[in-house]
């Protein structure tokens, strides 16, 4: 946290040992993240200096998604009249993070206790009461080390994607949690680079580029999002340094050997504008990749006063998404945000505290979990693995050449099926619509709930116009 602005840059683009800056564990600290609107606002409300700090001292801007984006989904152009603006922080995770933490000891100074370097490895129960009471830690370094034990009224377990708290679960109060992975191949390869000039002036206005995939047809994206601005005398420089990740589904990497490879593949998978910005891009640190996102949910909900009190799961250690949508850090927001909520009440006792939670958590995760999943469906190689309430596991996959047996034949859901319909010819209505654009951001940026796009005004356009596009009749 004493790192200067431009130490955590240099750090950003020369990977040195991760526990100099930043944090350990969290290798997709590296990727491109963007916090969306609604955990933006959030987190303002906690740090109200934050925006201030990171906008004077570390050189991050914030962008107009009205006047500075330019965003496909699913293959559509969203319309870029936006009758509301949405601001997005231009700043990279370590930035982020560094800032955050130093607010947070500022406003708690003394009532927090950092430990370290220390990995929990199980918990502390009392399994007649059904109460978890407590973890058992030791140092990272040393596997050998002592076991420390450490109690708390109230544990949330928010150690991210990885998290154990299904094995610890089945281990100390031999509880199963019901939990459904999709894989869809996805692969990430992400860098810092200095944008430079391209034969566009139009591409060079826009600091915001953004794709997401589109499978089956096209199974890669790309996302450009300025990260600090910077001083140059070179006219031919935009002035800022870029966080450019290059993503795909359907296992179809984007190469990470030399940025030749890499500019080769984009000519071939990406749209040629990402080729020309790409191709005038100085890059300025090694090209990360990362290979092991997935859709992860740990149902909790479902196991009702099953559920152990005085303990929860939060953020990803409840539940993960696809990264390309950008809800995970927002996602956690709202989690954490609906726990203070929950203390504020004032009604409940604690030991009713974590099921109340499970039950308003795990709608934020569906709401998430629906945008990220309908598009995952598409992936032509799906797999998914399902563990039920009894801990029988079953893995379902599909493969484009190869006749899945009866057993594991995966079966789009109605509902999705309905969905990816709805969401694509909602995105066509979209991409004429600077009204029906506003509503998509706002639900990407979880500002407002899915269900505002199936309102009945929005339901009977999308639905119009796709049977006029049906019958050919639209002029
Ligand atoms: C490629 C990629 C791109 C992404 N892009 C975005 C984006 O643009 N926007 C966005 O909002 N989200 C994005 N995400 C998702 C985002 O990274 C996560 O949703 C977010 O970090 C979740 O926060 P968390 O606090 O739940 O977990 P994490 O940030 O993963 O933190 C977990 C912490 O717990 C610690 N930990 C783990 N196990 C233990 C243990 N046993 N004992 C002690 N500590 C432990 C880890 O060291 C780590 O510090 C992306 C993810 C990926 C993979």
Redesign the pocket.
Known sequence: MKSTPSEILDYRCRLESPTSVG????S?IY??????GE?HEILRELFPQLDNKLLNEYDIRNYSLKTELRFFVNGILLNQNLTKDIEWLGADRFTLETVLRKELCLKFENQIEWKCN???TQLIVDQSSNIVKGIK?RCKQNVGSPLFDMYGDFIID???????STKWLKESLNLIVPTVQMHFGCG?VTFVGERFKTENPTLDSIPVICSTVNAPDKNAGCYIIPMRTIKTSDENSLGTLAQISIHCVNSEFPPNDSYENLLEWIKENLDPDYYSILKSTKVYSPLIP?RR?IDDRRYVESLGKKWPQNYIL????MC?FN?QF???????CRQARGLAKIFAENCHKLKDISHVFNSRASAISEECWLLSTTNDWKTPTLKIIKTDKNGQTKTYQRNGDFPATKDNQLRLPLLTKILQWYIDSFLKCASKSGQLSTDFLHVMNQQASIFILFKPTILFAVCYTALMNCFNLSK
Request: include cysteine; aromatic fraction near 8%.
């Open positions: 944090r350990s564990g969290v997709q990727q491109t993240h963007v916090i969306e955990g220390s990995r929990v830690y928010c150690s991210g994607r990885n998290s154990s990430y990362y996102a939060l953020g990803d250690a993960t990264p950008g809800q995970g850090m927002t996602h956690a």
